[in-house]
Nanobody, 122 residues
Framework: QLRLVESGGGLVQPGQSLRLSCAAIRDTLDDYAVGWFRQAPGKEREGVSC????????YYADSVQGRFTTARDNVKNTVYLQMNNLKPEDTAVYYC???????????????WGQGTQVAVSL
């Protein structure tokens, strides 16, 4: 069964960057759509970005469009979320998730990572 392991969170100042990693164990991540989600304290989980199987399409929420980029490294069996120009409102626990279907912004995700904390503050 697919297992996802996330890393890369941390504390940064506004305007700085972070890159989150979502590494797959026990299966090939390119066979799955991969989504990034976040949940801030007291708020509902929201979709941030996703990438379809075989990189055909990517999707970004309006709040991160132009600042975040998601991409695959199939050699490392990993999907990345590059986050630039971070803002305090980006503070949340970030999760990656995977599912065999598509389109990536409309599907239910079956496999979830453990989450990684991102904090943006002066």
């Amino acid at each position: 069964q697919l297992r996802l392991v996330e890393s890369g969170g941390g504390l940064v100042q506004p305007g700085q960057s972070l890159r989150l990693s979502c590494a797959a164990i026990r299966d090939t991540l390119d066979d799955y759509a991969v989504g990034w989600f976040r949940q801030a304290p007291g708020k509902e989980r929201e979709g941030v970005s996703c990438i379809s199987r075989s990189d055909i399409t990517t999707y970004y929420a309006d709040s991160v469009q132009g600042r975040f980029t998601t991409a695959r490294d199939n050699v490392k069996n990993t999907v990345y979320l590059q986050m630039n120009n971070l803002k305090p409102e980006d503070t949340a626990v970030y999760y990656c998730a995977a599912a065999p279907g598509g389109p990536c912004n409309l599907i239910e995700y079956d496999y979830w990572g453990q989450g990684t904390q991102v904090a943006v503050s002066l």
